[in-house]
């Protein structure tokens, strides 16, 4: 989906991006919180996410930022650049992610838990769709798969796979919730994402001779 992504052309309209890459993002830290308060298990990140914030008793939001900057200075050796989308993405989703789990009740039935999971996992699509859309620059998390992936050689998927086990496994045994929602999102969100592109995705218009 990112390699694919990279061969669209690029909007020269950042006046219209931006607000397109903070309304993304914003969304993208909804989505975590609606998926969080379903209880029915986590992507992969947030489940270390999660397991992290139990151990050092900050909120989600703060761990979910400071692992994005931990996770960028991994793109040093790497020699990736990061752009404003990739410094708005560590603050702007921890900022909402909090602020979502400050006004989501907390639902005890089944039906509205898996309420909020689906709601979740669709928002996300559509939030990453729009941030990534936006052509500001890639989430540190992105930003390491692609760039380790142009360092090596090695296949996006196979890193992207590795990784994502990786911290999974590390925020289970931290503590982190794996569940029915951490199989549904793993199979639901490329699908999404991918739908959602086409149509949030800035191109550039040039002027008919």
Do not use: K
């Amino acid at each position: 989906m990112l390699a694919a992504l990279t061969q669209l052309p690029v909007s020269t309209a950042p006046v219209r991006r931006l607000p397109q890459l903070l309304l993304g993002l914003w969304l993208y830290g909804t989505s975590m919180a609606l998926h969080i308060r379903s209880t029915l298990g986590l992507d992969p990140w947030d489940v270390l996410h999660e397991g992290l914030a139990q151990r050092t008793g900050l909120s989600f939001g703060t761990i979910t930022a400071l692992v994005g900057v931990l996770v960028m200075l991994c793109w040093i050796p790497l020699r990736q650049r990061p752009g404003v989308g990739t410094l708005a993405n560590i603050v702007v989703i921890g900022v909402a992610v909090d602020a979502g789990l400050a006004v989501l009740p907390e639902p005890t039935s089944l039906p509205w838990r898996a309420t909020f999971l689906g709601l979740g996992i669709v928002l996300n699509g559509l939030a990453a769709a729009t941030y990534i859309g936006a052509r500001l620059g890639p989430g540190p998390r992105d930003g390491l798969t692609t760039g380790f992936c142009a360092r090596t050689g090695t296949s996006l998927r196979l890193v992207r796979t590795t990784v994502e086990i990786a911290v999974l496994g590390i925020g289970w045994l931290l503590g982190g919730t794996v569940g029915v929602g951490t199989v549904l999102y793993a199979l639901a969100i490329g699908p999404l994402t991918q739908a959602f592109l086409p149509l949030v995705t800035y191109v550039e218009r040039r002027p008919a001779s």
